[in-house]
Nanobody, 110 residues
Framework: VQLQASGGGLVQPGGSLRLSCAASGIILSINYVGWYRQAPGKQRELVAD???????SSADSVKGRFAISRDNAKNTVNLEMNNLKTEDSAVYYCTARSKWGRGTLVTVSS
C-alpha cells in the first residue's frame, strides 16, 4: 500500500487549494481515509476524514472551509480547502489502513 499526497503550495490568506491523496495497492473507496496536518512544533492533528459509508467529519477549526471527498474513478480522496488562513500552514498527510503517505506542504502567507 502506498499513499501520496499532492497539491500543496504557497497561497495567500483567503485563497484556496485542493489536495489529493492518491493510492496504489488499496481501493480508497472501500476504506476509511483521513487527512491530517502537522505544523512546526505542533502535534499532528486530524483535519477531515471520510468513512466507508461516505460520512465525513472535520475539525472545528476547518468546518465550513474544508471539504473532503472521494474520486472513485481516480482512486483518490481530495481535500478542498477554501478561505485559507495563516494557521492552516502545515504539512498535510493522508492515511488509510494504518499507512501514511508522504505529506504535502501548505503555506498560507501574504
Amino acid at each position: 500500500v502506498q499513499l501520496q499526497a499532492s497539491g500543496g503550495g504557497l497561497v495567500q490568506p483567503g485563497g484556496s487549494l485542493r489536495l489529493s491523496c492518491a493510492a496504489s495497492g488499496i481501493i480508497l473507496s472501500i476504506n476509511y481515509v483521513g487527512w491530517y496536518r502537522q505544523a512546526p512544533g505542533k502535534q499532528r492533528e486530524l483535519v477531515a476524514d471520510i468513512y466507508t459509508d461516505g460520512l465525513t467529519s472535520s475539525a472545528d477549526s476547518v468546518k465550513g472551509r474544508f471539504a473532503i471527498s472521494r474520486d472513485n474513478a481516480k482512486n483518490t480522496v481530495n481535500l478542498e480547502m477554501n478561505n485559507l488562513k495563516t494557521e492552516d500552514s502545515a504539512v498535510y498527510y493522508c492515511t488509510a489502513r494504518s499507512k501514511w503517505g508522504r505529506g504535502t506542504l501548505v503555506t498560507v502567507s501574504s
